[in-house]
């Protein structure tokens, strides 16, 4: 066997570290995008930020002047239609209390589907974030290379942040943008605005705090069917034990999927959007308005606290076993 | 502590600085616990081939992985091409490779997309990386197998790619840990002649790390010889074997008894190896006294053999040294 010796010589300015990690980002989310599952996840995503969109849309075309409700219930006679035009008119009459609690209850809905597919996908990414790589001992690669282990971290959190945007923030803004792209006015931008900051706020904790665990879960162990039972064990198991009413406070606490909707019920505040539809609005039947109390009281955030604590106590462990393990093996 | 001023490189390939030191340490230590795996390394390499020679837990992988700072020097400095290891981890690394002794790849990935993704990970545009890698694959003789997985590779196949990922940047400085283990005699041969070509061809210097003294006699024109953590010996293979007593080995056609006789009767002691050959301890490198001794004798022809295992002897001599023995 003859050695070839010719050889192109490489001269280019190399890359910098903000193009390096980007390798690493985007070979991480080019990977996940190679398999049909995650495609499959992906698809379920944006149905769920196409659904949005329609019941935004649904709802502005309702309550505009001489929208399909207005001229559907014409057909009807004249006393369903005055009902539909009294709906109309109730809704632009107090736009701020009525669009703000769509909103908050559409974003919320579509947040339980986000962080849902999130987690999901997190599943699959799991071990191939850095289990896969210390099996690999591709550290080693990774290190040798002008590369530090804070641009290998941001890397990974980087693939992370891209999937989480493909099937969560991407589908909420996109929802978010039809809706109030056909709106009658622009109150609709306006009073959906609050609602879709607190549900990007949602997003960025979520974002964090499920990188953060996920990272320390895929870097626990070289054994991919290791990391993955670590990680449902962490979200199933200890939601499900989270569940039951009479669970005690530390066992809730233990599940960072509990830690995390207390986390959306306190950033939403459904609780506090329901109770002022039931309190402010007028000409509402005393049980509907209490009705709309009760269930904003169920949305209540019960022990933000006590979550937060538990997120800092999961991140902060993730975080460590992450830095413990990010050596060349 | 060995301190050893660097001598001119033999060559000045094209299109490559051909002075200056390539690496530069002075008071290197690294400790595991109450381990000393580097005690006090003060070196300076100029460019070309450098063999690292030790035996097995010596500090060899120790001191490359110190440079490349996948591990904390305890104390000391070092510098990579120029560059302060600490100063500027990243800048120090940018036209380094490195092919450790260990396997080591991302799994899931294929031969040629593990080495394209390696040298955008050094910073090449995704073009030039990819162009580049097939080159180098080419060179390193991987045909068809780079398509597929790294993780279904042979050991030799994997190695190659080792070597491919070290290369596809095109660095300057590039250390080769133990690059011919697993490979069987024809990969071997290949690999060997392909590293004593990157510094002759394209100027790029080698720090090879082996514990096959006949790999590193071949292809380096320097040598380290590290034991106990401590660079016990450091110079031109040349100049090594000229310390070393000089041998010559004898392997005569016919006549062996003829030889030995005519050897003795020179007052020399001969000894008789297993495989035939004669072996003296000489005054002088040449062996123009042979040759004058086999004519005034009217012996038959016969193979000599220089310093046949001057490393080697070196080698033992110094890790003995060190050991106190």
Known sequence: MEAELTLSRWSGKPGGVGYRRWVIMSAGIRELLGTRFFRAILILAWVAGIATAAVGFLFAQTVSEGGWLESAASHFGPRIHAIATAIDAFVLLYPDICIRALFTNLFWLHSMAGVGLSMVALTLMVPRLVTRDRAGRALTVYLSRPLTTADYLFGKLGTIAGVLALLWTGPLLFGWLLSVLFAPDSSFFLYSLIPLMRALAFNAIGLAALATIALGVSAVSRSSRTTIILWLGLWLVAGTIAKPPGTPDWMKRASFSHDLAQVREAVFKVDEALEQVGTELPFLDRSVASDFVQVGRKAEAKDLAGSIAGLGVFVALSSAVFFRRLRSE | ?325
């Open chain 2, 1 to 325: 502590m060995n301190e050893t001023i660097a001598e001119p490189p033999l060559t000045a390939p094209q299109g490559r600085p051909a002075d200056g030191c390539v690496i530069e340490t002075a008071g290197l230590c690294k400790s595991f616990g109450g381990q000393k795996a580097l005690d006090n390394v003060s070196v300076r390499v100029p460019r070309g081939t450098i063999g690292l020679l030790g035996p097995n837990g010596a500090g060899k992988t120790t001191f490359i992985k110190c440079l490349l700072s996948l591990e904390l020097p305890s104390s000391g400095v070092a510098r990579l091409l120029g560059r302060d290891i600490r100063a500027g981890s990243r800048a120090s690394r940018e036209k380094i490779g490195y092919s450790p002794e260990q396997d080591c790849h991302i799994p899931g990935m294929a031969g040629c997309e593990y080495v394209t993704y390696c040298g955008q990970l050094s910073g090449m545009p995704f073009r030039s990386a990819r162009q580049r890698a097939h080159e180098i694959l080419d060179l390193v003789g991987m045909g068809q197998e780079r398509y597929r997985r790294v993780e279904t590779y042979s050991t030799g196949m994997r190695q190659r790619v080792k070597l491919a990922q070290a290369l596809v940047h095109d660095p300057e400085l590039v250390f080769l840990d133990e690059p011919t283990n697993g490979l069987d005699p024809a990969g071997r041969e290949h690999v060997l002649r392909l590293i004593g070509s990157l510094w002759r061809d394209f100027g790029i210097s080698v720090v090879m790390s082996s514990h096959l003294l006949r790999d590193i006699e071949r292809v380096c024109d320097r040598v380290i010889i590290i034991g106990r953590g401590r660079v016990l010996e450091h110079d031109s293979v040349a100049a090594l074997k000229d310390k070393h007593r000089r041998i010559i080995e004898i392997a005569p056609a016919a006549g062996t008894d003829r030889y030995a006789a005519a050897l003795a009767g020179e007052g020399l002691a001969v000894v008789q190896l297993p495989n035939g050959r004669l072996r003296v301890e000489s005054g002088s490198d040449s062996i123009e006294w042979v040759l004058k001794l086999m004519q005034a004798g009217g012996l038959p022809p016969a193979e000599i053999i220089s310093n046949p295992d001057a490393l080697h002897e070196l080698f033992l001599k110094a890790i003995s040294d060190a050991d106190g023995g």
